[in-house]
């Protein structure tokens, strides 16, 4: 069953305020053009694509942030735009990129607020909304630090409290922004690591903005890679990630071998020291 | 605060706080200068100041944890979106007019500094939802810009106006309590405890807004109904203190970083303990007010500075580790 539904998606941000530029409509610069996929329940979901491809603007656009200029975006066969602010909070939890706060909330504190549109007619939660709490912060491994300030904590440890919070939402759909970016090698891995657990033990459809591309061949089970200029590839990880296919839309020459069953891809740059060898004959790991 | 709040330990310390303010309240209608008989202390002469000073105290803190959080900006106060000069400049107005009726007690000064107040509100709202629904930047700025517009006709209207007439605003500007009728104390208390009720009411929404209006939508607030109950709210009750007492500064602006300092950023406990101690804070301030330089007054603003701003730092110092925001 297909829990997220994208047809004929457009979008496009305005140029400046109406008044300002004084004309009746209002000009748009086009970011998502005639974008359609359908995303199965329980899959994990990578988008992929250069810098103003539209990959959080898509994301804004499937979590209500933002409403399309056309076409439609269904979340569990419901129109996205009949849900309440709520009834969409209990479908699709969001962890953007990272923000810290004004005020010095502890990691407790921070995750209970993901069920306040539950809370009880004082504004208190209830013993419920306390072990789903609980449970997201087992389940990240952030409840020995339940009682910190979110600023006292590294950025690795925030990533995955922000992923808490989301948990504490109970939904079915999970979206992340660039959920590694900043992050050393061992807390990349980890918040992927638990990113696929939570696919493979509660059935979440995970969908995660990335610019790691060997991340996401690792993890991911289907890709969308969107282009600049509003095109796109949506298929198996494996189909939509090749040299060729990177070259065209990031405009970067890739060397690409196999580890096991595993493709990755080395990004080369001008000067790379072997570039003048491996230019010559791309994807070399094919000919041994 | 190293576990969650509940409603039993809100309802202790709300009602503890509650007890020291009518103590404070009690032993403040007792000091004074001048001998009045026990009697008349508490009817005509002490306590309906008394009483004027808790209300606005209450109305200035509160207002003042709201506007940090919609603005999530540690340096707002109920003053920053252009409510004080607008305040000022109908006060002026209202001066330099020389009306001399009264309205339910109130002289002209109130009421134009009231509907002055709003009316400012009302378009550094407008201006900020032009610039973009949910961006506070642009609220902010057109605030700081009304802010210095106004704030130049109100130094345009004084260098033209008769010395008489600039002593009473410059007092006015100052932030200053007078005796009031009761009738007054009573629509101003009303108008107070109303709106604190209903800030309550959506102080677990403000939690969530703290983290930006796009999280807490994510989160399943809504975050367009919650943004303008605080703000309705927020800038009436500044309004009704400002109407009252003039320009009274730094009540909003520290007694909710204070009360944050010692107990938590959660606005559920934060929003009625910075009411109750912004009032205990202005009844004790204006108190010494009255005292200090008897038989003469000093304008309650300048007590408040002077020992608010000494005692803010100690609280700083000492509680910093604490907070998120300035440690890192």
Same mark, same amino acid.
């Given at each position: 069953m297909s829990i997220i539904e994208v047809s004929h998606l457009s979008f496009g941000y305005p140029v400046g305020p109406r008044f300002a530029t004084g004309r009746k409509t209002e000009t748009h610069v086009e970011v998502l053009r005639d974008l359609s996929f359908e995303v199965m329940a329980g899959t994990f979901l990578v988008i992929a694509g250069p810098n103003g491809a539209g990959k959080t603007t898509l994301l804004n656009l499937l979590c209500g942030s933002l409403a399309p200029k056309s076409g439609s975006i269904r979340i569990d066969t419901?129109?996205?735009?009949?849900?309440?602010?709520?009834?969409?909070?209990?479908?699709v939890a969001v962890v953007r990129?990272?923000?810290?706060?004004?005020?010095?909330?502890?990691?407790?504190?921070?995750?209970?607020m993901a069920r306040t549109p539950y809370y009880g007619q004082m504004g208190f939660e209830s013993k419920d909304d306390r072990d789903i709490v609980n449970e997201a912060l087992e389940a990240t491994d952030t409840s020995q630090f339940a009682s910190r300030t979110l600023a006292s904590l590294s950025g690795g440890e925030r990533q995955r409290v922000f992923i808490a919070r989301a948990l504490a939402q109970s939904t079915a759909i999970l979206l992340l922004d660039e959920p590694t970016s900043f992050l050393d090698l061992k807390h990349q891995v980890g918040i992927y690591d638990l990113l696929k657990r939570m696919q493979l033990e509660k059935g979440k459809t995970i969908v995660a903005i990335t610019h790691d591309i060997n991340l996401a061949a690792q993890y991911a089970d289907v890709t969308l890679l969107l282009g600049a200029d509003g095109s796109y590839q949506y298929g198996r990880t494996k189909d939509v990630f090749s040299t060729e296919q990177i070259e065209k839309v990031f405009g970067v020459r890739t060397f690409s071998g196999k580890v096991g069953q595993e493709k990755f891809f080395i990004p080369l740059g001008k000067f790379a020291k072997d570039s003048a060898q491996i230019n010559g004959k791309p994807d070399s790991s094919r000919q041994k | 605060m190293n576990e969650l709040l509940t409603a039993k330990k809100l309802l &202790?310390?709300?009602?503890?706080?509650? &007890?020291?303010?009518? #103590?404070?309240?009690f032993v403040c209608s007792l000091i004074g200068t001048r001998n009045v008989p026990l009697k008349a202390v508490f009817v005509p002469v002490r306590l309906p100041r008394v009483i004027l000073a808790a209300i606005v105290? $209450?109305?200035?803190?509160?207002?003042?944890?709201?506007?940090?959080?919609?603005?999530?900006?540690?340096?707002?106060?109920?003053?920053?979106?252009?409510?004080?000069?607008?305040?000022?400049l109908g006060a002026i107005i209202a001066v330099i007019s020389g009306f001399s009726w009264?309205?339910?007690?109130?002289?002209?000064?109130?009421?134009?500094?009231?509907?002055? $107040?709003?009316?400012?509100?009302?378009?550094?709202?407008?201006?900020?939802?032009?610039?973009?629904?949910?961006?506070?930047?642009?609220?902010?700025? +057109?605030?700081?810009?009304?802010?210095?517009?106004?704030?130049?006709?109100?130094?345009?209207?004084?260098?033209?106006?008769?010395?008489?007439?600039?002593?009473?605003?410059?007092?006015?500007l100052m932030g200053n309590m007078t005796e009031e009728d009761f009738l007054v104390l009573w629509l101003g208390a009303g108008c107070v405890a109303a709106g604190m009720l209903m800030l309550f009411y959506i102080s677990p929404q403000l939690n969530a807004i703290s983290f930006g209006e796009?999280? +807490?939508?994510?989160?399943?607030?809504?975050?367009?109904?919650?943004?303008?109950?605080?703000?309705?709210?927020? #800038?009436?009750?500044?309004?009704?203190?400002?109407?009252?007492?003039?320009?009274?500064?730094?009540?909003?602006?520290?007694?909710?970083? $204070? &009360?944050?300092?010692?107990f938590g950023p959660d606005h559920r406990q934060l929003l009625p303990l910075s009411g109750i101690v912004g009032a205990i804070f202005l009844v004790a301030a204006d108190t010494l007010a009255r005292i200090i330089v008897a038989p003469a007054q000093l304008p309650v603003g300048v007590v408040t500075a002077i020992v608010g701003g000494p005692f803010f730092l100690v609280l700083l110092v000492k509680h910093t580790h604490k907070v998120g925001w300035l440690s890192k």
């Open positions: 419901a129109a996205i735009e009949s849900y309440s602010t709520e009834a969409l909070a209990a479908k990129q990272e923000f810290v706060p004004v005020f010095g909330f502890s990691v407790i504190e921070m995750a209970m | &202790v310390r709300v009602a503890s706080a509650l &007890v020291v303010l009518a #103590a404070v309240m105290g $209450a109305a200035l803190a509160c207002s003042g944890v709201v506007f940090q959080a919609l603005l999530r900006n540690p340096l707002a106060d109920p003053y920053i979106l252009g409510i004080s000069s607008g305040a000022g009264t309205l339910w007690g109130r002289s002209p000064i109130a009421v134009f500094a009231f509907a002055g $107040a709003l009316g400012t509100v009302w378009l550094v709202w407008f201006i900020g939802r032009v610039t973009g629904k949910s961006h506070v930047t642009g609220l902010l700025l +057109a605030g700081v810009v009304v802010n210095a517009f106004f704030s130049a006709l109100i130094m345009f209207l004084t260098s033209v106006a008769k010395s008489q007439q600039v002593y009473a605003t410059i007092f006015w796009d999280d +807490a939508r994510s989160m399943g607030v809504n975050t367009a109904r919650t943004r303008t109950i605080a703000f309705a709210v927020a #800038a009436l009750i500044t309004a009704v203190a400002v109407s009252l007492s003039g320009l009274i500064g730094f009540v909003g602006l520290v007694v909710p970083h $204070a &009360v944050r300092l010692v």
